[in-house]
């Protein structure tokens, strides 16, 4: 590790991540201590503040009512955001099909850079959070919750970079003392389907694995605004241009690579069991014209483990183009399908070849050569698994699996813009820290952590000419 980092906590170093990241799928790193107050009831009705209300939020608070049936009666209490037509958007969305567990009058509808903490405030301990803003901010919302002693759910990434990994991690020992539950938006550990390929897979059906593989190559992910002076958005700020636009800038979400592609690389380390050691990548930019963002839009990345195995990912965002999404896995007894083609499902099974044309050996959920059931969601299944640990006192810590994802999604896209290979240790420890002066951002005039150019214009990836990401 790096001298210059004395203080890194046990948790976050490299040691333990390799070989654990498969050893506890759901319970985290708190299996057989002796913990401290529970604060969760079964049967009982618990609060939830939504904080963030964009798609990703407004869909967590409806994974989690699916889910809460067996466990207790969940009513969204309080919602914050920085716009207020997110929060609008938000409630009229939920309201259509989950109107009895709405409890937001106007008065718990908070907008500002200060909102999470009134939201929170609505809460009472052992109630839920919900973290859905950029994860710029994740850090001292973190810290709030902890306070107030809530649960929460944090949606993925929840790091852009390597300081504000080491800070949350340190936040999350507090959490720890107070017996908090703590879940990750990283739903495929959690998927049914996976879980049993994990199984097997760990049990020696597919042999030795070879290479693991990642794709998300798809059409433009996201419709990027041109130069702010140009739209309906000329009048705001450059900071509220930003949040509105996250993942268009590597501060706020660490950008398309950490804030979409996590989720493959996540479950082919998992199915692995352990963590890269080093990354390698490469990628550009095409077809922009006067788009300002800060992303590639293609990127293709070599991950080593330790045992000198590999993990490709290849990911592309381009319209009228080859698309797949999904995750593979080579053995020396055979192949297995992860998750895929298309979307979150996982449609796992193991082929005896080197391919899905092979000869099938297994498939989830089919029985006796029928057709296989149809699997749960994982959005929701994540929810279930995180109630059931709330309202059963079981242990529950998420947040060592989610900084090692983020780590290494984040040390693959640093390794493609800087054009060189980077290593686990180098993210972790790395100095550019994308985050630095969140704390005193109060207000949508405050200045952002990433100035634009004179043309309004911001800085891009330049590989093999820069020293650091921006």
């Known amino acids: 590790m790096n001298p210059a980092q004395p203080d890194l906590p046990n948790p976050l170093s490299r040691r333990h991540f390799l070989g654990t990241s498969g050893k506890a799928a759901i319970g985290g790193a708190l299996a057989g201590m002796i913990l401290p107050t529970v604060y969760g009831q079964s049967g009982s009705t618990k609060k939830i503040a939504l904080i963030g209300c964009g798609g990703r939020g407004t869909g967590a608070v409806a994974n989690a009512i ?46 500002g850079f ?30 709030y919750a902890i306070q107030k002693k809530l649960n929460v759910f944090m949606e993925k990434p929840v790091t852009p970079d390597g300081p504000s ?15 908090l539950k703590v879940g990750v938006g990283l739903m495929c550990r959690h998927s049914e389907a996976r879980l049993e390929l994990k199984d097997r897979i760990d049990n ?168 296989p059931r149809r699997e749960n969601s994982a959005y929701v299944d994540e929810w279930d698994h995180l109630l059931d640990a709330i309202v059963n006192d079981k242990p529950y810590n998420e947040v060592e699996r989610g900084v090692a994802a983020s780590v290494v999604t984040s040390m693959g896209r640093m390794a493609t813009h800087l054009g060189r290979e980077v290593t686990y240790d180098e993210m972790l420890n790395c100095s550019h820290d994308f985050c630095a002066g969140i704390d005193e951002i109060s207000g949508e005039n405050s200045p952002s952590p990433l100035l634009a150019n004179a043309d309004g214009s911001y800085a891009i990836p330049q590989p093999g000419m820069l020293k650091t990401e921006y």
């Open 204 to 371: 020696g059906e597919l042999g030795e694995l070879l290479s693991l593989k990642a794709v998300r190559m798809q059409g433009r992910l996201i419709g990027w605004d041109k130069r702010k002076q140009e739209t309906k958005d000329k009048d705001i700020s450059d900071l509220m241009y930003q949040i509105k636009n996250f993942h268009g800038f590597l501060w706020l979400s660490g950008g398309v690579y950490s804030d979409f592609n996590i989720h493959n690389i996540d479950e082919c380390c998992w199915m692995k069991g352990m963590w890269p050691v080093k990354a390698m990548g490469l990628g550009g930019r095409h077809y922009r014209g006067d788009e300002i963002d800060q992303n590639l839009d293609s990127y293709s990345v070599e991950y080593t483990f330790p045992d000198d195995t590999k993990l490709y990912f290849q990911g592309r965002s381009m319209n009228k183009c080859y698309e797949e999404f999904a995750s593979h896995a080579h053995g020396t007894k055979g192949y297995a399908l992860i998750s895929g083609p298309g979307g979150h499902a996982s449609k796992a099974r193991i082929h005896k070849g080197q391919g899905p044309k092979s000869e099938l050996s297994w498939m989830f959920g089919a029985e006796n050569g029928g057709r």
């Open 66 to 111: 699916d889910a809460s049936g067996p466990y207790c009666q969940l009513k969204l209490h309080a919602m914050a955001d920085v716009f207020e037509w997110r929060v609008k958007n938000s409630y009229k969305g939920l309201e259509q099909r989950y109107k009895d567990n709405l409890d937001v009058p106007e008065d718990r509808q908070f907008v």
């Open 114 to 143: 200060d909102g999470f903490k009134k939201a929170m405030d609505c809460l009472d301990p052992g109630d839920i959070a919900i973290f859905a803003s950029p994860c710029a901010f994740r850090r001292p919302h973190y810290e």
């Open 165 to 179: 990994s080491k800070k949350i991690l340190s936040v999350n020992e507090e959490a720890k003392k107070h017996n």
